[in-house]
C-alpha cells in the first residue's frame, strides 16, 4: 500500500521511492513517457491516442474556413436549380425546344437535372468531409453546362441567353479560382516551420534538396496555386480597411 499522492496524476506530488515524479508507474526510471504503454518514443500521437487517419490530415491541410461559404452556395445555388425545374417544368420544356427543334425536350431536361442532383452531393460531400477536392466537380460541372448553354445561343441567335449564360459562366470561374485559392492558402499555412539546422531554401519535409520546381515537395505550391494565393491576397488587400491617418501635432 502507497501512501500519498499519485505521482502519475500529480506531476507536482513527492516522488515515491524508486519512481520519478510525472512518470508511470511500471517504467524504469529515466524511461520516454508513453513507454510503459507501448508507444513510440518521439512519436507524434500521446499516449492512448490513435493518428487521424491519412485522408483526413490531407483534406485539412487544404480546407479554408471560407470553404464553407462556397460549399453552402453551391448547395444552395443546386436545390434553387432543382426546385425551380420541377415548379416551372413546361417552361424549361419551351427552352429545350428552342434549342432543339424536334428533340426529345423532356429526356434531355430529366438528364440535366439528374446531372444536377449529382453537383449538389458533391458538393454536400465537400462540406461534410471537409474536402475542397469535391467543390471542382460541382463547379466545372456546371461551368460546362453553361459554356454548352452558350455555344448554343451562338447558333440559335439567342443573344440575351448567350450574355446570361456567359455571366454565370464567368462567376463559376472566379468560383473556382477562389476555392484553389483558398486551398493554397490552407495548405501554406498548414507547412510547417522551416529548420533551423537546414540549408537555405531546403525544408525538413523536403530531403531532396531539389528546390528548382514549385511542386517538389509535399508542401510546396504550383505556379497556379501561387498565382491564386497572389490574386486573393491583392484582392484582400484592396477591399481591406484602410489605415486611418494620424494626428499631426
Given at each position: 500500500m502507497t501512501?500519498?499522492?499519485?505521482?502519475?496524476?500529480?506531476?507536482?506530488?513527492?516522488?515515491?521511492?524508486?519512481?520519478?515524479?510525472?512518470?508511470a508507474q511500471g517504467a524504469p526510471?529515466?524511461?520516454?513517457?508513453?513507454?510503459?504503454?507501448?508507444?513510440?518514443?518521439?512519436a507524434a500521437p500521446g499516449p492512448g491516442?490513435?493518428?487521424?487517419?491519412?485522408?483526413?490530415?490531407?483534406?485539412?491541410?487544404?480546407?479554408?474556413?471560407?470553404?464553407?461559404?462556397i460549399g453552402v452556395f453551391l448547395i444552395a445555388y443546386g436545390l434553387t436549380g432543382l426546385l425551380s425545374g420541377f415548379l416551372l417544368w413546361s417552361d424549361r420544356q419551351d427552352e429545350i425546344d428552342g434549342y432543339f427543334d424536334s428533340g426529345p425536350a423532356t429526356g434531355i431536361l430529366v438528364l440535366v437535372k439528374l446531372v444536377e442532383a449529382v453537383l449538389v452531393l458533391c458538393a454536400l460531400a465537400g462540406?461534410?468531409?471537409?474536402?475542397?477536392?469535391?467543390?471542382?466537380?460541382?463547379?466545372?460541372?456546371?461551368?460546362a453546362g453553361f459554356a454548352m448553354?452558350?455555344?448554343?445561343?451562338?447558333?440559335?441567335?439567342?443573344?440575351?441567353?448567350?450574355?446570361?449564360h456567359l455571366l454565370y459562366l464567368a462567376g463559376f470561374v472566379v468560383l473556382l479560382f477562389l476555392s484553389y485559392g483558398l486551398s493554397a492558402k490552407a495548405q501554406l499555412a498548414s507547412a510547417p516551420l522551416p529548420d533551423a539546422d537546414a540549408p537555405d531554401g531546403e525544408s525538413p519535409d523536403d530531403e531532396s534538396g531539389d528546390s528548382g520546381g514549385s511542386s517538389s515537395g509535399p508542401h510546396r505550391l504550383t505556379r497556379t496555386q501561387e498565382f491564386a494565393l497572389q490574386a486573393i491576397n491583392r484582392a484582400a488587400a484592396l477591399t481591406g480597411p484602410r489605415p486611418r491617418p494620424g494626428r499631426h501635432d
Open positions: 501512501l500519498g499522492p499519485d505521482p502519475a496524476a500529480d506531476p507536482d506530488a513527492t516522488p515515491i521511492l524508486g519512481v520519478p515524479a510525472g512518470g526510471p529515466g524511461a520516454a513517457p508513453g513507454a510503459a504503454q507501448g508507444g513510440v518514443p518521439g491516442q490513435a493518428p487521424p487517419p491519412a485522408g483526413l490530415r490531407a483534406g485539412a491541410r487544404t480546407w479554408h474556413r471560407f470553404h464553407y461559404a462540406v461534410a468531409l471537409r474536402r475542397d477536392v469535391l467543390f471542382v466537380p460541382a463547379t466545372a460541372g456546371w461551368m448553354f452558350a455555344v448554343l445561343d451562338v447558333f440559335t441567335g439567342r443573344w440575351g441567353g448567350l450574355f446570361e
